[in-house]
Structure formats: C-alpha cells, structure tokens
T-cell receptor
C-alpha cells in the first residue's frame, strides 16, 4: 500500500462552479478525515467517517460542502457554488480508529477559486 | 471546544543547536498530544506523540514534555540538522478518538 491518495492534486475553478475531490485511504483504515489548510495555518477539521458513517461535521462546515464515503472505502468531498474563500488545501487523512490517534495524511488537493 | 495555541510561529536556529516549540491547550479532558512535521508540498506526518499518563517521551533527537496542570506541552529537537527544516504542528484530542485540533504551526529553519 502506498498510503493515502488524493485527486486531483490541483484544481482551478471559477467562482460559482462545483468541485469534487476524492480520497483513497490506506486500505485497512476504517476512519477517514477531511481537513482544510490555508496558508500559514494549521489543518482545520471539517468532517470524519468511521467506515461509511459520517460521525462528525465541523460547525464551520458550510451547507455547500458535502462528503460521502460509500461502502466505507474511498471518500469524496464536494463543494457547491464555490467562493473565493474556499481556496485552500484540502487534506484527507485515515487512521485505524483504535484510539492510537495517528493520522496518515495524503498530499492534499489544492483548490484555487478565481 | 478545544483550542490549541502554538509559539513561536517562526524559529531559526544554527545547525547543531536545539529548538523548542511550545503549545497550550484549553480542554482539560484532552489527553493525547501528537506533533506533526509538514514538509513543502506534503501532508503532515506524525513524528512523536504523548499521552497524559506520562510527562516526557523521547525518540532519538526528539522529545516531548507535558504539563497537564498548566495545560501545556513542548517539542524539543536537539542537534538540529538542515533536514529538520519544516513546519511543525502540535495537536490535541481526547484519547485519539476525537478529531485532532491543531495549532497554527511553527516554521523551523535550520541554518547550516
């Protein structure tokens, strides 16, 4: 296994368009997290799944954001009607969810909204 | 909810010197404190972590100390090398089962 994979790595879009990011976690990991990171800031929690169940969403997460993890494997994060403020790096991470705590991050998907 | 403050935001040291990064947290229920290193163009990677049942943990040149009473924890890097240059993030959670809350990061530059 080569780790957490995210696609696309870069996305440039115009304001108002919809974008979707995909994350493929490490295969045996049952937990999957989405974080957002802007320049000079730490990762900010968005949402996470245990298997296919979405267990928690940040209060900061706008209704324009939706995430899914069908069948408990890969996950998608969709942003509808993008705004310039959505420009950021979107990081996906996975973990065993056994309380060990270690997150394995992908290299991220960078979104630029023009 | 949890809030993690991290200082300093930037740190420059000479190669071979030590570097110390400090974090404070707000939620006394937090008991898991990891440190992540992020290199340019990559996702953060865990370098060391500590749980509240211990006060200090070491792994070669890296050590973390925890003061639960004061709600702060620190990362210590000794004998720094140019490859230690990166952004370091502290984080906190409850038992590793709740989402990690990260600090804003410290950009460490090791000058050869």
């Amino acid at each position: 296994d080569t780790g957490v994979s995210q696609n696309p790595r870069h996305k440039i879009t115009k304001r108002g368009q919809n974008v979707t990011f995909r994350c493929d976690p490490i295969s045996e990991h049952n937990r999957l997290y989405w974080y957002r990171q802007t320049l000079g800031q730490g990762p900010e929690f968005l949402t996470y799944f245990q298997n296919e169940a979405q267990l928690e969403k940040s209060r900061l997460l706008s209704d324009r954001f939706s995430a899914e993890r069908p069948k408990g494997s890969f996950s998608t994060l969709e942003i509808q009607r993008t705004e310039q403020g959505d420009s950021a790096m979107y990081l996906c991470a996975s973990s065993l969810g056994s309380g060990t705590g270690e997150l394995f991050f992908g290299e991220g998907s960078r979104l630029t909204v023009l | 909810g949890e809030n993690v403050e991290q200082h300093p935001s930037t740190l420059s040291v000479q190669e071979g010197d030590s570097a110390v990064i400090k974090c404070t947290y707000s939620d006394s229920a937090s008991n898991y404190f990891p440190w992540y290193k992020q290199e340019l163009g990559k996702g953060p990677q865990l370098i060391i972590d500590i749980r509240s049942n211990v006060g200090e943990k070491k792994d070669q040149r890296i050590a973390v100390t925890l003061n639960k009473t004061a709600k702060h924890f620190s990362l210590h890097i000794t004998e720094t090398q140019p490859e230690d240059s990166a952004v370091y993030f502290c984080a906190a959670s409850y038992s590793g089962n709740t989402p990690l809350v990260f600090g804003k990061g410290t950009r460490l530059s090791v000058i050869a």
